[in-house]
Each structure stands twice: as C-alpha cells, then as structure tokens.
C-alpha cells in the first residue's frame, strides 16, 4: 500500500500527457494532484493560496517558458520544480545554472520522453512498493 504524498501541479500543453502522467504519480503514491495545460491554470491555483510538493512541467524549453516559470516560483508555493524537457547535456546544466541564478527550486531535468523510474528516483519513490515494468 502506498503511504499518501504531497500535492503535485503538472503543466503540459499536452491533455493526453496530463493522463499520463496522472496514472504514473498515482502509481508513485501521489494521489493530490492538478492537472492544468496553461500557466494561467497554475497561477490561478497559487492565487487561490494553494501550495504544492512539486510542479511538473512538460516540454519545458527555456527561450519560450523562462518567464512564466519565474512568474509560478515567485508565489514561494511550489518546493521543487522537475522540468521534463528534450535537451542535451550542455543545455541540460545551462538549464540548471539558469534555475539556480533566478532561484528557482529545480529539482532536476528528465529528459523527454518521460521515464518513470527516473522521475521515481527523482521525487524518492518507495522503490520497494513499485515495479518499473508496470508503470
């Protein structure tokens, strides 16, 4: 049985990767979670005074995303961000500068597509209640 976690707020421009990703944090024990396609959707959320564990940002592209990123971190509502992004390793640690001199609260880069043991070892899945093969 899985012991309940924090909220998660996933945003993805994606609807069919919202269910996606729903049905692998369910399987990670995350149950709370706000599943929003549009920025506006999150800041709404952090104006309401709800606060998250983490945000899930898919398809994150720096050039495009950086402003509304640091527009959702200045709420201080959201403890850590993952960025789910299609990035090489140079642009991987230019992401995790950017974050760290803007403060926003990166938590880490996944690589697109989305793996779920990786983003299982990134929040600290319980590795023991979960097997790989069934997420």
Known sequence: MHK???????????SSSL???ASTLNKLGY???SLC??????VDL??????????VFDAFELGIDARPLQEIARYCAIFSI????????RQRQGLILWARTHE???RGVLQ???????LQELIGGQSHLINPHHL
């Open 104 to 106: 926003i609260p990166l």
């Open 37 to 42: 396609n549009y920025v506006r959707e999150v």
């Open 19 to 21: 269910f996606g990703y």
């Open 4 to 14: 309940e976690r924090g909220r998660i707020v996933v945003l993805s421009k994606n």
């Open 112 to 118: 697109t597509p989305l793996r779920p043991p990786e």
């Open 46 to 55: 952090l104006e309401a005074g709800k606060r998250f564990e983490y945000l």
């Open 82 to 89: 993952i960025a789910v992004a299609d990035v090489n390793s």
């Open 31 to 33: 149950y709370s979670l």
